[in-house]
């Protein structure tokens, strides 16, 4: 085999290569016949490069497309639409143009050196373009998934893509001028604060989209919101650096990626997810209003439906507890009786627990209950949850709610607190 290939060679010099520099050398004087021969010898391997990368695309292209079609693999599609089979295709090409350079150039043993050295930069710029487009394809993949590992993918993609980058100058210096590889370094060594400095950014994106995978705090498409930066939005990209987020009002922010799990980040989706959504709202009141129901009063609340029973079940139960403890009943602080303030906060959870727009399940609190005073009033908290997360359902909702146990509560005597503006 070694014979043939010899032989082949022999051939080659004594043929084609030998009636060219005969040609050019009869037909150029001095100096340029030498640069002229050089020209041709450029010319020659990159018009060979470039067919021989033509036709070997042509041909095991059509089969890759033919057996993706097959498979119908998400991964070969992603690698075929990111082109990594061009770039290990152009491995071959260069290597088959390697192999023809020495036969070109063998008059001129300097320019072989050279160009040995161009086709080792231009394999290199291969490998880097070849990674590159492989951490694109496993990026798509991920990002058609849409999960928590997205962001993770994204990161480490980007990663790569800055590692390969960087070894790939490495490997290029090191060729083109004959350094070491670790005189390199060593002369980098004395700039590693600057580096830590300039890629900070990237290495506390990395980690965070790490921990934003780990943890499943956020991913690409959910609803968040960011106090520190009064942002609230949907997640349209996390990257190495930045997330985007497409804010209500169709603005994008920007934010660091560190910031994700550095700051509150208050996440909505499992919320959407759950189809429930909380109110958690208050009705602050006059205490001026507050008093004990008298029986005329008691007797037109009985007349309400949602609370006829409980009423009628209170009188009884307050008026044996009074009499078994002696009380007078000519003053209606003695003892305990009922209220209109609590009446109307038994009637206003009687009236969440009978709306069919309000959640019911045992996972999900319905109360209703009062804060703390303040000096404007006493607010009344309602706290329950809609049987929808949609936000436009949510709010007609709790506005219905809130509607009806505002125009309610006057049936009461209860006066709410309005607080004008001076």
């Not at 100096?31 to 070997?56: E, H, K, Q, R, S």
């Not at 033919?66 to 295709?89: D, E, P």
């Not at 710029?125 to 993918?153: G, H, L, P």
């Not at 100058?169 to 980098?188: C, R, W």
Request: with cysteine; hydrophobic share 45%; charged share 20%.
């Amino acid at each position: 085999m070694e014979w043939y290939k010899t032989k082949i060679a022999h051939a080659y010099r004594n043929g084609i290569t030998d009636e060219v520099k005969n040609y050019i050398f009869a037909n150029v004087d001095g100096v340029w016949a030498n640069v002229a021969m050089i020209v041709a010898g450029i010319i020659f391997l990159v018009a060979a490069l470039y067919l021989i990368d033509v036709i070997l695309k042509k041909i095991f292209l059509y089969f890759i497309k033919k057996l993706i079609n097959f498979t119908n693999s998400k991964w070969s599609v992603a690698f075929y639409n990111n082109r990594v089979f061009n770039s290990i295709i152009h491995f071959f090409s260069i290597a088959i143009a390697r192999v023809l350079m020495p036969y070109v150039f063998y008059p001129l043993p300097g320019v072989v050196t050279f160009l040995d050295r161009t086709f080792y930069v231009l394999l290199i710029m291969v490998f880097i373009q070849m990674f590159n487009r492989i951490a694109d394809a496993v990026s798509e993949v991920s990002v058609d998934e849409n999960n928590y590992r997205t962001v993770a993918v994204r990161s480490f993609s980007q990663l790569i893509k800055i590692i390969t980058t960087f070894f790939g100058v490495l490997a290029f210096i090191s060729i083109m001028f004959n350094i070491g590889y670790t005189e390199i370094l060593g002369t980098m060594g004395a700039l590693t604060a600057i580096l830590i400095l300039v890629f900070r950014d990237t290495i506390l994106g990395f980690v965070s989209g790490i921990q934003i995978a780990s943890t499943q705090m956020v991913k690409v498409g959910d609803w968040v919101s960011i106090p520190k930066y009064s942002i609230e939005g949907k997640i349209k990209e996390i990257n190495l650096v930045s997330a985007k987020i497409l804010n209500f009002d169709k603005t994008i922010s920007s934010v660091p990626t560190y910031d994700l799990i550095s700051t509150e980040v208050r996440n909505f989706e499992p919320m959407v997810h759950s189809k429930t959504r909380r109110i958690k709202r208050a009705i602050l009141f006059n205490v001026k209003s507050f008093k004990f129901c008298t029986p005329e009063m008691l007797e037109r609340f009985k007349q309400i439906n949602l609370i006829e029973a409980y009423i009628s079940k209170r009188q009884v139960e307050l008026r044996e507890y009074n009499q078994s403890r002696g009380y007078n009943p000519n003053n209606i602080v003695n003892g305990i009786n009922l209220t209109n303030i609590g009446v109307f906060r038994e009637y206003t959870k009687c009236y969440l627990l009978d709306n069919p727009n309000i959640s019911h399940s045992a996972d999900d609190f319905l109360m209703v209950r009062q804060l703390e005073a303040t000096p404007q009033g006493l607010p009344l908290e309602i706290f329950c949850f809609t049987n929808t997360s949609a936000w436009v359902e949510y709010e007609k909702i709790q506005s219905d709610v809130f509607d009806h146990l505002l125009s309610a509560c006057k049936e009461f005597d209860l006066e709410v607190v309005q607080i004008l503006a001076s």
